[in-house]
């Protein structure tokens, strides 16, 4: 089962889940930017700054709602098959 999933937050922003253990994710925002490289332009991908973020702090995190549910619902597919 895949570690990491890209999720939208329901605004507009994406984010990158990455599954840790049973109580953390890391949570990075994606930031999609048009660079011109090489006379072209080119869609570059940068992350934030890795965010260890604990479940049980998870309401206090500046994210949506949305975002937050998509963050239980990805951590559960991990913690349920143990």
Do not use: C, W
């Not at 599954?19 to 006379?39: A, F, G, H, P």
């Not at 990805?74 to 143990?82: G, I, M, R, V």
């Amino acid at each position: 089962m895949e570690r990491k999933i890209l999720v939208d937050d329901g605004i507009g922003g994406e984010h990158m889940i990455k599954y840790i253990d049973e109580e953390r994710v890391v949570v990075q925002k994606v930031m999609r930017l048009e660079e011109s490289l090489r006379n072209e332009k080119e869609e570059v991908i940068y992350y934030s700054i890795p965010a260890r973020v604990s479940l049980r702090d998870l309401a206090s995190r500046p994210y949506t709602e949305s975002l937050k549910k998509q963050i239980v619902d990805f951590h559960a597919q991990f913690t349920a098959a143990k």
